[in-house]
């Protein structure tokens, strides 16, 4: 099976199973497809998909699957390595050409002219995918509406050359130019037995990709709300968290994906629909601004970790940011300028230093440090200083 480390590891954000009815919906119509798929709401459980209908296929021909009937099924990402009890004659017979399958059902071929066999349909899409994951074909029992073999062989022809290796991407473009959100085919095993095996055929549904952004800032005045003026981070840590063990909680742990900010700031996370958080890493010598400031979700700073965020599918949530602040600076509290002079204070008394420094008392200004004497050092060895003698001096930390 093909399998990309990012969609395989956000299969946890996928429920363990849920509850399906199909109803056949074959036909050449742009939004036809094989079945469609509608997930049930079932009571004690919550999930994403509930109330939802997919387009969607069926995998294998060993097992009939039929319509208004609920089914209890395993729900697997086509991206992660299935379980061996689902691999294997009367099962998924070739899983390997998953990213192919994913190909053709983010291409919208359903009502697109074919080359000089008439118009592709939810059928012929149908025995395309039986060919790359079955080892016989079906008619369907005559459900397969209009189709024809020159038109599935002008399918798989397509797969071969484009379908090896695909990842799909949320903003994608199809063979015939379209602008789509991508999607992924997610598997439903039914399993009313739960006993890992399917008691039903197999189906697949297409769901779009969801994704996460924007961005963290420099926060300048730490009031953990996006000024026009305040310029993006660059470089910036961020994690994608979600429940990986699957005791309910979105641990810190948890991480799944991993990106930096661009050179503006921003960032994104193309995901599966499901719960996740966002984790910032602190850069060096920042402070992490207040969050859910002045309630605006779209400017404010969601602190360094956010909270859950539930991504539907097809959604781009552009509102978890975060802003960072240098610590306050004791320049600020320093004051200009300052008169002071010296006496030699060099011994081995344990209140002894080189320097005694006396700060004066200026007419006219006014700072904390007048009258007062400090102990000190000289700092370099390249010009005198003279005991006894005002000088007058610009202040400065040592670090700004």
Known sequence: MPESNIYSSLSAA?????????????????DASYLDITVKDSPGTENV?????????????D????????????????????PDELIGTGLIEKPENFDQVNWILNQGFEGQAST???????????RAVWSLLDDQQSSGGGTLGAWEQARVDEIL???QSNG??????YDY???FGEQVVGKMGVILVPDSNNDSLPDSQIVIAEVELSKIGDKVWSDCDADGIQDGNEAGMAGVTVNLLTDVDGDGVIEDGEVVDTTTTDANGNYEFTTIAGDYKVQFEQPDNKLISPANQGGDD???SDGLVSDVITLAPGVNDTTVDAGFYHPPSFKAALPGMLTFSVQLDAGSDPDSSYLDITIKDVPGTDNPFEGMTFDGYCLDTDRPINRNVDYTAKVYSFKW
């Open 14 to 30: 996928l429920p363990n199973e849920l509850t399906f009815s199909i109803k056949l919906d074959a036909g050449n119509d742009p």
């Open 49 to 61: 998909f509930e109330g939802m209908t997919f387009d969607g296929y069926c995998i294998d021909t």
């Open 63 to 82: 097992r009939g699957i039929r319509p208004n009937i609920d089914y209890t099924a395993k729900v697997y990402s086509s991206y992660e390595t299935l």
């Open 116 to 126: 000089g066999n008439g118009t592709y349909t939810s059928g012929d899409i149908q």
């Open 157 to 159: 022809a397509l797969a």
């Open 164 to 169: 090896e290796g695909f990842v799909p991407e």
């Open 173 to 175: 473009t199809t063979i």
């Open 298 to 300: 779209t400017v404010d």
